[in-house]
């Protein structure tokens, strides 16, 4: 499609070198707050029934795959045809009700197919251990709390051992924020709902 084409082509151009220097200096890390926010207020835009603001919002995101995907290219890692490819042979391979010889005369059924599908493929590249079985989660803290409850003791001292926290600032913070949600936890007290209640407050008195 040449609408596609014209948009890769206009993310091409900023990650050149005569492009954008704030587009240019983004990693995949750098701008992974950015997908979770463009995800958030694509969220807004569906509560608010606002169709407007659901195109809008869905280019976003897809601007930010996008130049996911040409920071990949740089780096000989993947394309945005490879996303596309992979995801169609996804959806093909976990309809075989649509593109095989499965049926489903039901969305219980449908559903059923699909999680066996995911199973069988979460199957195949299961990491083991405590990650195993956790699904990431657009929040760090309730990604955290999910991980606290399953860990073994003594999990964060075996990796800490590893770790400059003086040289690591990143670390350092992320650790004082583990340890926080390991308390929240040992208080069973969700930090997701905590921090937003303490958000309201400040928001409240500002």
Known sequence: MQSIDNFLATIKALRSPGGCPWDRAQTHKTIRVNAAEECAELLEAIDLDSVPKMREELGDLLMIIAL???IAAENNEFTFDDVVREIDQKIIRRHPHVFGDKTAANADEVLKIWQDAKKAEKKERAIGGVFD???????????AYDIVKKAPAGLEEKTDSNIDFNSE?????GKKLYDTVKEAVANKIEPEAAL????????KNA
């Open 169 to 173: 600032k990143a670390l350092s913070i």
């Open 196 to 203: 937003r209640d303490y958000l309201a407050q400040l928001r």
């Open 133 to 143: 079985g956790i699904p990431p989660k657009l929040s760090g803290l309730r990604y």
């Open 68 to 70: 996911h995907c040409e």
